[in-house]
């Protein structure tokens, strides 16, 4: 199993334009997440899904958008880019909302 | 507010030392505790998952408790190594299954 991977690695982007993260996992795992990590900050959940179809709010939601149309996928769309979400996204999966998550390597975004 | 503190921020030992790393918790209603460590630049890699209804749990030279009576897990690390330099992040499940993230000891082993 390739686990839960992303894409992009880097990706550098010009604020106001628009971006979509790639999260993929195949160990079949219903629930999926989406975390920032701020330097020196710990990681905060943006928006999370339950399932093929099911999605809902993190923590700090606010400039992203995600679907979830099948198991295996859940990307995380980036509109008018801020200064402010550079950061580094983490994708997880775990198989119930109590079972231990597994994180992909992340994707570092600069917005400038 | 439900959080986790992690004591000490950064920590420097020679290689061999016995380590204790410290996580703290506002919230005795947790259910799970996870520790995960990250290596810079790269993603979380889980370490041990505790179950709510367990104390502890061993891998190899790791053994992490858990006392959700006083709100503290530790995070045991036996003969040190400099390939366990990374960061170690602590973060409990609350009752809604959200994970709440401690900030991270920054561990250094030196050879």
């Known amino acids: 199993n390739a686990g839960v991977t992303q894409t992009p690695k880097f990706h550098i982007l010009k604020i106001g334009q628009s971006m979509t993260l790639q999260c993929t996992q195949d160990m079949n795992h219903n629930y999926m997440y989406w975390y920032r990590q701020d330097p020196g900050m710990g990681l905060k959940l943006i928006y999370y899904s339950v399932g093929a179809g099911i999605t809902d709010k993190g923590e700090v939601p606010n400039g992203y958008n995600v679907s979830r149309s099948t198991t295996e996928d859940f990307p995380l769309r980036l509109e008018l880019a801020a200064p402010s979400q550079t950061s580094v996204y983490f994708c997880a999966s775990s198989l119930g909302n109590l079972s231990g998550r597994y994180f992909g390597p992340g994707t570092r975004l600069t917005v400038t | ?111």
């Open chain 2, 1 to 111: 507010k439900q959080e986790v503190t992690q004591i000490p921020a950064a920590l420097s030992v020679p290689e061999g030392e016995n380590l204790v790393l410290n996580c703290s918790f506002t919230d005795s209603a947790i259910y799970n505790l996870q520790w995960f460590r990250q290596d810079p630049g790269k993603g979380l890699t889980s370490l041990l998952l505790i179950q709510s209804s367990q104390r502890e749990q061993t891998s190899g030279r790791l053994n992490a408790s858990l006392d959700k009576s006083s709100g503290r897990s530790t995070l045991y690390i036996a003969a040190s190594q400099p390939g366990d330099s990374a960061t170690y992040l602590c973060a409990f499940y609350n009752q809604g299954g959200k994970l709440i993230f401690g900030q991270g000891t920054e561990l250094s082993v030196k050879p």
